[in-house]
């Protein structure tokens, strides 16, 4: 039996360096609509460690993540 997964040493090197209180997301997609994916994950911010994605992806991708960095949280109407 093969793994095709997400490397596990990577995913515990991961979590070792990142802060208390700080979360990392590990995405395996074998099949995608880009701007789908985008859309769905946008708003959560974050940095991209490592992607198998070409050039152009991989920056769009960089780009919506840092967006979401840039922008301010919306809060909610007070009540």
Avoid: Y
Avoid at 13 to 42: C, H, P, W, Y
């Amino acid at each position: 039996m093969a793994d095709f997964g997400i490397n596990d040493a990577f995913m515990k090197e991961v979590s070792g360096k990142i802060d208390a209180g700080s979360a990392a997301l590990f995405l395996l997609i074998k099949n995608m609509t880009a701007d789908k994916v985008l859309r769905e994950i946008q708003d959560a911010g974050g940095v991209v460690l490592k992607t198998s994605l070409d050039d152009s992806k991989e920056q769009k991708l960089r780009d919506a993540l840092a967006k979401a960095a840039a922008s301010p949280p919306e809060m909610p109407p007070a009540t």
